[in-house]
Each structure stands twice: as C-alpha cells, then as structure tokens.
C-alpha cells in the first residue's frame, strides 16, 4: 500500500490530526538575531528575525525540534517551514533565488522528524505536507489608488512563483500540498495551475488540501468571496480537502465550517487559531476550551482534519488528540469523519463573490456588455471610459441579470486587453463582482487572457469543433483546470448546425468527446444557435423550431448537459422595432422554457409573461417562429409595419430608474459615494454647491456633510462584513473624484474669506509604514488609498521600514500623523520602538497602528504608555480615515474624549489582573533573593539638607542646551540649512536682553542630600518618607532602586524648573517668538538637569545616576510626592505637584539621584500580584491608585 493509498484509508476511519503553529513556537525559542543570519544561505551578512524560513538554513535544529514536539503530542500530519518559501514573498527579502534551497531543507527536516517517530512506533504513519503560503499580494483587484488596472503581479507569476516551490517540495518527498490562509481565491487558482503543472513535469502526483481564512465572521474572504462561493469556486479541482485556517478561533470558527461541510464535496478541515490576540500580540485559548469548542464538529462528522492555527502549541494539539481518539462505551469513536459517498452528486453552482442558486428556472444573462451587439458599449471600450462602461454592467445587476456576458470581440480594438482591463474594473464592484460573468470570445488569446482575471466559477462561450478534435478538446481542458462551465458552440469542420439534425449530430459527437477525456458533464452547456427568422430565405423560417426541438432532444439524451442560446439573433430581421422584437423573444422564451433552456442571453428586462401580450399578436408571433410557412412569415412582416406598434401597445416590461427617483441631490451623491457610481455626479455635486453658495456656506461643508456621511456609511458596512474591501476601494476613489469637482470652489472660499482649509488642500501630512520585519502592504495600501481619497498627502514608506527611518521622515517632512500598520506578532515590538523614539525626539503627533495582530487592548496598554502623546488603534482604511478626519477637523476635545476611553481601558484591564490566581505569578521571595547588592555605602555629603539655587549662570545651560532636541520642536531635522538657521535664530534671540531677563527670572532650582536605610522593598529617608521601590522579576540577578542604598546611606534628589516667569512675558513677545521662549525653557531646565548632576558630585561623590519618577526603573509617580516633600518644593523651588503628580510649569524636572560604584539604568518591567501587595502594604496605597500612578501587573 503506497503512502498515498494509506492517507486515503485512515482519512475514511477517523479525524485527522493536523500540527500547530510553527511561527508561535519559534517565538517561544528567543533566538537571537544572529540565528536568522542569511550568510549560510546568500553569503551575505544579513539577519531577518521575521522570515523563519531562514532557521531551515541556519538553525535546522530548531525546527526539528519544533516538529517533534507535534509529532509528540500525536499530529498526523506536519507543515514543512515554507509558508514564505515562494519567489515573490522571498523577493521582499532579496532572496527570491533561495526557493530552493529553503524548501528542500524544510522538507528534509519534516521527514526526518516523521521518520523518527515512525521508527520508534512501527505501526504508525505520518505525513508531511509542504506549506504554500498567500505571499501576501492581491491579484482579484488592485490596491493603487490612480490605476485600478495595475497589478504588480498577473495571474502566470503567481503561477510560476508556485510551480517552482511546488516542484521542489514533490521532488524532495513530501506527501501532501498544502495551499493555505488563502484570502484571494484568483491567487489559490495560480497555485492549483502550478501545482497541476509541477505534478506534470515531475511525473508526482500528491494529495492537495487548501485552506482559506476569512476577514470577518460572516465568512468572507479579503478579496470579497463568500465561503459558499469560495468552496463552489473550487468544486471541479480534485482536492483532498478544503478547510478554514487562521483569522479566528474556534468559536467563530465552528459556524464556518458547518456551512463549509453543507457546501463542498470534499473533506473538511479546521485550523483555528488559539483564540484573537491578546494585549501582548499572543493568544490565550487553553487546550480544553478549544477542545469544548471544537467537539460539536468534531462529534456530528462534518470534518475529516482538525490542527491549530496561531498560537496552538503542541498541549493544544495533544488535547485534540485526545478528543478524536475518545471512544463511547460501545468502543467506537466519538468522532467520525465526514461521510465522502454523495461526493459525485455534488451540484455545481455558478459563482462570483457570492453563489447564484437559479432553483431550475431560466438564468438571464445580460447581453449589453457586448463590443458587437451594443455600439454605446463598443465606444466607451473603444475610449476606455472603463467607469461608465462598467455603469452599463451594473444596471443589469441592478435589474435582475442572473450572469453579465462580456464580449470584446471587434476589429476596432485590442480584445484580449480590452477583456482584462474591463474585468478588473468591474472586480472593484462587489454589486457587479458578485454575479458571475459568461466570457464570450472566438479569440481563444482573449479566453485565456481573462481565465486569469476570474475569482469565481463562470461561463466560457465558447469552444467548439471547427477546427478539429484536437484543439476543441485542448481547449476544454484547459477550462475545466479553472473550473468553469464551457459553452459547445454547434459548430464542426463542415461548419455551423443551421438544422435540427446537424445540431444534434454535433452535440452529440461533441458530449462524447469531452466525456471520454474526463469532462463533468454538469460543465457542459450547449449552445445550438439561435438564428435569425423571416430573412426571405424559406430556411430562416424553420430556426426557432429547430432550435427548440434540438433543446429537447439535448435535455433528453445528453445527461446533466445544459443549453443556452443568444435571444437577440432570433429577431435580427425587425431591428428598429423594439417592441416587435420584445414581443417575439417573449414568446420564443415561453416555448423555450418548456422544452428545458437553462440560460438565455438577452436584456434584462424582459418580460416573460405572454399575458401582457394581446391574442392577436402573440398569434401572429406564434405561428411565425413555430408553424414555419410563407403565409406566416408574411403576416410577421406585416404585423411589424402595422399601427399597432407605432401606438407601443405591447408592453413587455418598464424600466425604473430607481436613481431619478431620489430627489435630493445629498442623498443622490451619498449613494453614488456609497455604490461607487459616477454617472451624473458632476451635475448633482454642482447641485449642492449651487445650495450653499445661495446660503453663503463654506463649500467644504458638502465634503464635511454628504461626503463623510457616505464614507462613515462606508466604514460601518465594511466593519459589519456588509461590503468589501473593493467596494470601500470604488467608493474611495468616487469620493476622490467628487472633491475634485469642488477645488475650485473650496480654493476661491478660502481666498475670499481668508480660511484654511486642511481637508482638501492637503496641508495634513500623514507617514505610513509597515514596520520592520513585516512585508504586507495590502491593508496598509488600502488605507492609503482612502485617505489620499479624503484630501491627505500620504507619504507611504513602504514595507520592512526601521523605526528610525519612520521617525526621521516625520520630522523632516512636519508630518500630522504616523501611521503603522503590521499583520505579525512581532510587528508590534516594532511599533512600541517607534513609540518609544517618538518619545525621545519629543515629538507631539498622533500615531495610529491597525493590522490583524493590532487590538485596543494591546495599544492602551503596551504603546501608549511609552509615547507622551497619542496612540490610537483603528480596526480598517474607513475607520482610520474617519479617526484623523474627526482629530484634524475637532482637536483637542476629541483628543481627550479618545484618551478617556483609552485609559479606561487600561485601568479595567488591570483591575481585572488582580482577580486572577495569584499562584502563576513569578515568586516574589525567589527574585528577592537574587537581589543586587551595592558593594559599600555612599560617603557623607559636605552638607546634609537642602539648598536652594536662585542664582543661575544662563550662558552655563546655554553651553549645554541639545540643539538637535530644540530643533525636533519645530519638526525641523537635525542638520541642514533649515536647522542652521533655526539654531541661529535661536541663539540671536537668546542675546537679547528680554528674553534673558525672562529666563532668567523663570529658572530655580533645590537640591538634597539626606540620610537614608534600605530593607531591600523600601528607602526610609531621613525619618520622614518612604519609597518603595518595583523590582525586576526575572531569571539571574534582579534589579531594583532600593538595592542602591545600603543598610546606612545617603540619598540625593531635586527639583529645577525653566518657566516660573514665563507667563508674565506673554504679551512682551508675538505668538512665535514666545513659542521660541518656551522651548527654550525647556531645553534649559534639560540642561539645568544636566549641571544638577555636576553640582551633586561637587557636593557629595561621584558616580551619580539621576532617576526621574516615570523612568522605567521608577515608574511610579507617586514619588514625587516624596521629594516635593523631603525637600518642601512647592516653597523652595516654587514648582507646584497636582494631585494627578504633574508638575506646573511644566519646563520643570524631579528625580532622586542615586551614589555608588557599578550603579546602572535599567527597565523594571512588569511586576506580580504578589509584588504589588507588598508594595501596597509598605506604601500604604492601595493596589488601583499604585496602577494609576504607573505600575504595570504581568500577564497572569
């Protein structure tokens, strides 16, 4: 039995056993930089920390070791370390020549490890299955805000960059294939063609299991499938299972996959992630919860292979193990798999983004997107007007079309391009997208040309015999490896069927060819040509009745088969006479219908009911088409000349215009926002201006008003998995175009009335990155997209962007806003770094993170404390947008409202940590015990008390101000003729005798050297106050600041303050000189810091460490409390302590300072329960005020 014969055969026993996550366990391993070092592998000296796939190369060990531990726990089957392993993810890294080497080490590794396990137990088996990751690009739509059409990759390099990776996991043994956390199923379809070709050129054929994830629970991927139209889209390719992975955890999962198992014919799986992020970016699902989430699928046989996502950890696996081997008291086991034995009987359904389920009535396919059959269609294509050509594909969603035909074919344009261009256009509108489109070309280049364009499952008309066996069967193989229905022209070497006989001889010969090359024969659609009646030529009479007949026949004896036909050609010889023609498809269809049609291409509106249609015309119609006769012809022809069309008595359908309906031009241009219309939106966006001229209104109030309503409308539907991510798109570049109207107008307003505008003169600059480490874009572009959309400079740094970098470009560019965004764990180490940066370059800009990893929770809690200013979380492009629209346009109240809710977050999430068991807190007693000791106490100072400094050298600090810290105040980088000139200015402005009797006046300092005693928790200074101290918990010696003192000491703090006077100068100066004044007193009391330290070595001893209460070491700012106390500050150093510990003027500074030999900075980090108690009690604070003033619980 080969390997392949056995996975089948316990696949049909029992639930598979899928391994966890490989990312999750490499993180557990706190490697180093250097182990990601890419020498080995390119002879370059580079390490990415973020692309795991190096560790196959550089430390195999590890993941070896990582698969034993899921083997361990019972996985059937293990995922090679490749999930990046591909030529186009590999090139973000400049190691897209590394496919290879990287995926053949990955596969040694995982066999190695399963023939390890499979030595040690004989009788067990288990598989490899070599990982295809997404590569994180999109290929159904476009993320470039200017050029819809733009791709950065087409369907043939995403199936090269997956042939390649393919061929080289088959080559070196693996067992399965596994495509997975698919989000855009055109790219799943490039994999499935490499894969199909790899296996070709190899002579290996392996089982292919492909798993998709979804962007929100109801089931939708990024690119705006539904799950059912996911699952239909992949109906005719020979899976051995689809699945769901990643994206969410098992109990949003659950309700997925049972409508997945309704809809597929394969087997199922279910890998869900370890619940959603944390606040820290890891997951928190125990085993057993996933476990009791999972066990309804797993005990009602709906799935065949269950495994774990993101943060699922060898426990998890071995829980599920647990739980699949789990027998009842009959010794049978608890969970089957799915039952495969209806798997041939699987209906196919056609599909866009969503299923279309025509329950055995005729499917109407819209005709007017067609070069020949519409000459309004032909000159917009022939123009490129691509907006209002996809209008005309929308109306026929709009009324009721079932399917949109799209035909190209025309000597006055480039077809194949034409297709392309047309159906990326429409791919952006998820009302059109959603239907699925009939391909109509004789120009096989043009059919292949949009075979790489198609997400979901359609029509290709057409193929047939005329030029021989050979290509007709080459070419319906090609359509059925993409999965869509084929349309069989009638038509063979000798020509095209114009009889009833000729039409089923072809079809006939046709089927049988297509079945005996492995056709399904539910792919099969006829088209046994409608032609065009009463031409003159008595044979032209007897077309509708052949065509008819030849419709029976075909539903009789060609199983599952369909027919279709093209309506319109049948009345070809009244053109001009609408309503004559009308009137004959009506009843053409009625008969049609009856004999079994399935699809007719044809408008819209259409009126199938023949009672509208008065007796003596349906009888003329009638004997006509189906009573074939000269007589009859002639009683046609003359009914079309007759009065009784001229007075349009014959009423086969009404056309509505829903749009002309809306009366008001704020609702009209809120829905074109909405739906992403451009058609008469010039007219009513000058409506709307015409209004607020007449009212003398600001013309930016139509883009406050109807504009952001739409939008807002936009970002709710979106967050509700209403609409999708193309629609968001069209909608944002139809806003975009509506501004545009409105410039001109804005421009004269602000001209006239001397106002700014920063909503759509671009005044606010926004920085955008994806941070280090991180290459997806797709979130990051769309947000790009919509802001540039609302009237933004957006300056997009791209992907892998250091922190410095990010920093640096806010401040040279005066940028209003940073916007980070990342999609892995790691990313968000990344994004504390650049909130920590923008903290030490003083920098007073909101930053704004999203991205799957992201959550509120997380930045309330993890970057916001490590920024002096704003940091906010936004879940997508519409809700970011909105955000900085509401903080530029409402400023400071919003601002506060926000932080409000930010730092509610935070305190509810620490006071929910104190309920938890105390017992997995790391033990105080043991970090106690591993304490610093400081090797002798500090000599006693010259003098012990306090002193106070009223009398300051100003050029001293002037000597010491950090030009570079004074320049980051204005946004102004640290070199270059704008910074020489800023410090000159400065420097200019400092020699005028105002401005240094102001600061002057302004500084003050007090300083204090007492005796102190240490019992390890807390100082006791001078008798008078206690400070207790946090202290590091972690392995080896643990810091704290009460180990700086020994059981006899001293102690050193002070206050010095820059801006006591300040105020009393502010009418002396304008308003940017006395901006110049204050950041000056700022880098002043800096530098007054600085000298503090000089003063205190003269005094006492060197070597000093100056900590300030908010420093990591010293996080609580309760402290200074403390030394305004010890040093009676609000009278020495006139600085006034708030109750919420801020000090007034805020140029002013407090810290303790601290002697001794082989003293050092250092970052306290989180503390237990048990450590915060302790503190409480010596501090005699409770536990919530100690939180509030700075201290931060651990994860418990």
């Known amino acids: 039995m080969t390997r392949n014969e056995y996975l089948n055969k316990i696949a049909s026993q029992r639930v598979l056993l899928l391994d966890g996550a490989m990312g999750t366990l490499i993180q557990e391993k706190n490697l180093s930089p250097e182990d990601f070092d890419t020498s080995s592998l390119d002879g370059k000296n580079r390490c990415f920390p973020n692309l795991g796939e190096i560790l196959n190369i550089s430390r195999p060990d590890v ?11 019972g996985a059937d089957i293990i995922t090679t370390n490749t999930f990046c392993s591909n030529r186009i993810t590999l090139k973000e890294y400049s190691l897209e020549n590394c496919v290879k080497e990287l995926n053949q080490s990955a596969v040694e590794i995982a066999r190695a490890a399963a023939e390890e396990v499979e030595r040690k137990e004989y009788s067990r088996f288990v598989f490899v299955a070599g990982s295809l990751g997404p590569t994180g690009k999109m290929l159904s739509f476009s993320t470039d805000s200017d050029d819809v059409l733009k791709r950065e990759y087409d369907f043939n390099d995403f199936k090269e960059a997956y042939k390649e990776q393919a061929l080289v996991l088959l080559e070196t043994q693996c067992d399965i294939l596994l495509i997975e956390t698919v989000f855009d199923t055109l790219i799943c379809k490039a994999a499935l063609e490499g894969i199909r070709e790899a296996q070709l050129e190899a002579e290996i054929e392996k089982p292919i299991m492909v798993s998709v994830t979804f962007s929100d629970i109801s089931g939708h991927t990024l690119s705006g499938q539904s799950i059912e139209a996911f699952s239909s889209s992949l109906i005719s390719y020979n899976l051995f299972s689809i699945g769901v992975n990643c994206s969410m955890g098992a109990k949003d999962m659950v309700p997925l996959i049972e409508r997945l198992s309704k809809q597929t014919p394969f087997r199922v799986s279910a890998h ?41 950890k060898p426990a998890h696996i071995k829980a599920l193990y647990d739980k699949i081997n789990e027998k009842n008291e009959k010794d049978e086991l608890v969970c089957k798999p799915k039952d495969l034995s209806d798997k041939k009987n699987f209906e196919i359904k056609l599909c866009g983004l969503e299923t279309q389920d025509f329950n055995n009535q005729l499917a109407i396919i819209g005709e007017r997107c067609n070069v020949a059959g519409s000459r309004k269609f032909l000159s917009l294509i022939e123009e490129s007007k691509w907006q209002e050509a996809s209008d005309i594909a929308r109306n026929q969603a709009e009324h009721n079309a079932d399917i949109i035909d799209i035909c190209m074919d025309s000597s006055m344009i480039d077809a194949p391009t034409a297709m392309v261009s047309f159906l990326r256009y429409i791919n952006c509108d998820p009302y059109i997208s959603k239907k699925p489109y009939m391909i109509d070309s004789s120009d096989w280049n043009t059919i292949e040309k949009a075979l790489g364009e198609l997400q979901g499952r359609c029509i290709i008309n057409s193929i047939s015999l005329k030029e021989g066996e050979t290509s007709f069967i080459t070419k319906a193989k090609i359509i059925n490896n993409f999965g869509h229905k084929m349309v069989v022209m009638l038509f063979d070497e000798k020509g095209q069927a114009t009889t009833y006989e000729r039409k089923i001889e072809i079809a006939k010969r046709s089927y049988d060819l297509l079945i005996n090359n492995k056709i399904r024969s539910d792919l099969i659609i006829f088209d046994p040509n409608i032609l065009t009646v009463a031409t003159g030529i008595e044979e032209s009479d007897y077309y509708a009745l052949d065509f008819i007949k030849a419709v029976k026949w075909i539903k009789t004896n060609l199983t599952n088969a369909q027919v279709c036909g093209g309506v319109s050609n049948l009345s070809f010889s009244f053109r001009g006479n609408n309503a004559l023609r009308r009137a004959m498809h009506t009843v053409f269809l009625h008969y049609a219908l009856e004999s079994g049609l399935d699809y007719a291409i044809v408008t819209p509106t259409i009126n199938l009911d023949i009672s509208k249609i008065p007796n003596e015309i349906y009888s003329v119609i009638e004997k006509a088409l189906f009573e074939p006769s000269l007589e009859n012809r002639e009683k046609l022809i003359d009914l079309a000349s007759s009065d009784i069309f001229k007075k349009s008595s014959v009423k086969t359908g009404k056309k509505v215009d829903d749009l002309a309906l809306i009366q008001d031009p704020k609702l009209r241009v809120k829905r074109a926002i909405l739906f992403g219309e451009n058609n008469n939106l010039e007219r009513d966006v000058y409506a709307l201006l015409k209004e607020v001229e007449a009212n003398n209104i600001s013309p930016v109030s139509i883009v406050e008003g109807p504009f952001m309503d739409a939008m807002k409308e936009v970002g709710d539907k979106f967050s509700k998995g209403e609409m999708f991510l193309p629609q968001v798109v069209k909608s944002a570049r139809t806003m975009k175009i509506a501004v545009s109207y409105l410039e001109p107008a804005i421009e004269e307003w602000k001209n006239k009335n001397q106002e700014e505008n920063s909503l759509i003169k671009n005044e606010k600059t926004i920085v955008f990155a994806t941070v280090k480490g991180d290459v997806h874009d797709i979130g990051k572009n769309i947000c790009i997209l919509v802001l540039r959309c609302n009237g933004f400079k957006v300056i997009d740094l791209g992907v892998m962007v250091p922190s410095e970098k990010i920093i640096e470009t806010a401040i040279s560019e005066k940028a209003n806003f940073i916007c980070l965004s990342g999609l ?20 007073k800009i909101p930053i704004l993170v999203g991205g799957a990893t992201t959550s509120k929770e997380h930045t309330a809690l993890k970057l916001a404390p490590l ?3 704003l940091v906010f979380q936004t879940d997508n492009a519409s809700d970011l947008s909105s955000l900085i629209l509401k903080i530029a346009k409402e400023g400071t109240p919003y601002i506060k409202k926000l932080s409000k809710d930010y730092r509610e977050l935070e305190k509810k999430n620490n006071t929910k940590k104190l309920k938890k068991d105390e017992s997995k807190n790391i033990s105080y007693q043991s970090v106690f015990a591993n304490r610093f000791i400081k090797q002798s106490s500090s000599p006693k100072p010259k003098k012990i008390g306090t002193t106070i400094i009223d009398n300051i050298n100003l050029d001293r600090l002037i000597a010491l101000i950090n030009w570079k810290m004074f320049a980051f105040s204005y946004s102004v980088p640290p070199k270059g003729d704008a910074f020489n000139n800023l ?7 400092l020699q005028r005798e105002i401005v240094r009797e102001a600061l002057t006046k302004s500084l003050r300092g007090v300083y204090g050297i007492f005796p102190c005693t240490s019992d390890g928790v807390s100082i006791y200074v001078d008798n008078r106050e206690r400070f207790s101290f946090i202290r590091q918990e972690r392995k080896g010696t643990s810091l704290s600041l009460s180990d700086y003192v020994k059981e006899v000491d001293y102690i050193g703090m002070y206050i010095v303050t820059g801006g006591l006077k300040l105020n009393e100068y502010i009418n002396i100066f304008d308003e940017c000189e006395f901006l ?19 003063i205190l070595i003269d005094q006492w001893a060197a070597p000093l460490i100056r900590v300030a209460p908010g420093y990591p070491s010293c996080p609580n700012h309760m402290h200074k409390k403390g030394i305004f106390n010890l040093l009676d500050g609000e009278k020495t150093s006139l600085v006034k302590l708030t109750k919420n510990y801020m000090m007034v003027p805020e140029a ?14 250092f970052n306290g980090g989180k503390i237990s329960v048990e450590q915060i108690k302790i503190i409480s009690k010596a501090q ?3 536990i919530e005020k100690l939180i509030e003033s700075g201290l931060e619980l651990k994860e418990e």
């Open 63 to 73: 993941i070896y070791d990582i698969h034993s531990e899921f083997l361990n726990s």
């Open 272 to 312: 869900p992630n370890a619940g959603l992020p944390l606040a820290d970016g890891t997951y928190g699902e125990s085993p057993s919860h996933m476990v009791q989430t999972l066990s309804p699928i797993l005990e009602k046989g709906i799935i065949n292979i269950i495994g774990g996502c993101c943060g699922t």
């Open 824 to 843: 892995i764990t790691p990313s968000l180490e990344h994004m504390a770094n650049v909130c920590k940066l923008a903290y030490q370059n003083d920098l």
């Open 867 to 869: 920024y002096n200013y």
């Open 983 to 989: 410090v000159k200015e400065a420097k200019d402005f």
């Open 1076 to 1094: 110049m004044l204050r950041f000056l007193a700022i880098r002043l009391v800096e530098a007054f810091s600085q000298n503090m330290e000089s």
């Open 1148 to 1161: 002013s500074i407090s810290s303790l300072v601290f002697q001794g030999e082989g003293l050092k900075f």
């Open 1180 to 1182: 005699n604070v409770s």
